[in-house]
């Protein structure tokens, strides 16, 4: 199982921006994909953007596009986050995720085996 740490997360005022840095503590790491979730103070987990590992094709909730991108440093094992232009819906705590599951269903949360800790994100307004 792989270890994967978050950091980045912080407060910020609406129009700022962060960036989310997710470590996998192996060596060797080459999942199908990653991804980005996250989860406000009783809701579900949702989808925000995924990343095949090797192409470095990407997906994004209608949510975020524009907003966000996601990207990867396969020599680092290290996936990111970039947010800009936060706003006050975007509090939540934010979780990274690995996949080895080859499907299409990159937008799950069942399609991930492993999870960061989660890092907290508030935007104020």
């Known amino acids: 199982q792989v270890q994967l740490v978050e950091s980045g997360g912080g407060l910020v005022q609406a129009g700022g921006s962060l960036r989310l840095s997710c470590a996998a503590s192996v060596r060797t790491f080459t999942p199908f994909g990653m991804g980005w979730f996250r989860q406000a103070p009783g809701k579900e987990r949702k989808f925000i953007a995924a990343?095949?590992?090797?192409?470095?094709?990407?997906s994004y909730a209608d949510s975020v596009k524009g907003r966000f991108t996601i990207s990867r440093d396969t020599a680092k094992n290290t996936l990111y986050l970039q947010m800009n232009d936060l706003q006050p819906e975007d509090t939540a705590n934010y979780y990274c995720a690995a996949r080895t599951a080859r499907n299409l269903f990159y937008d799950k949360v069942d399609s991930y085996n492993d999870w960061g800790q989660g890092t907290q994100v508030t935007v104020s307004s």
């Open positions: 990343i095949h590992w090797i192409s470095g094709g990407t």
